[in-house]
């Protein structure tokens, strides 16, 4: 059997991209049982209240939600369990040093496999307010109908 190469995305986070402003953006790995690498493999994974809190030196991956696999025995993972992340150690402490300033969180976006092995992307973020929601929602749609203009334009 070859080897898998390439990005594989298991589960993505768009609401974040929405709620939050994106300050930095990290790569982690996870420690993962057997039967959660096989969950993730049929694509079963959801990122959607997920959020990366740092504990005692370490990162921890909580509240993203695994789904059970299948075919797994009584051996099976808790589908909301905490998972650790792997990162270095000065990487950890610039989030954490980050995360005791006011408003600042960090949250996943993406969760997929990178050659064979399982990642997370992880992000720095700030909540936004809802006025710079709207704003940034009305941004896109005048994007949006400039292109369609320059499209119906190039028609003619």
Known sequence: MAKETGRKIIASNRKAR???LILDVLEA??????TEVKALRQGRASLLDGYVAVDGGEAWLENVHIQEYSQGTWNNHAPRRKRKLLLHKDEILRLEAKLREKGYTIVPLALYFLDGRAKVEIALAQGKREYDKRQALREQQDNREAQ?????????
């Open 18 to 20: 929405h709620d939050y």
């Open 148 to 156: 369609r203009a320059m499209r119906h334009r190039q028609n003619r």
């Open 29 to 34: 790995g996870l420690v993962l049982s057997g």
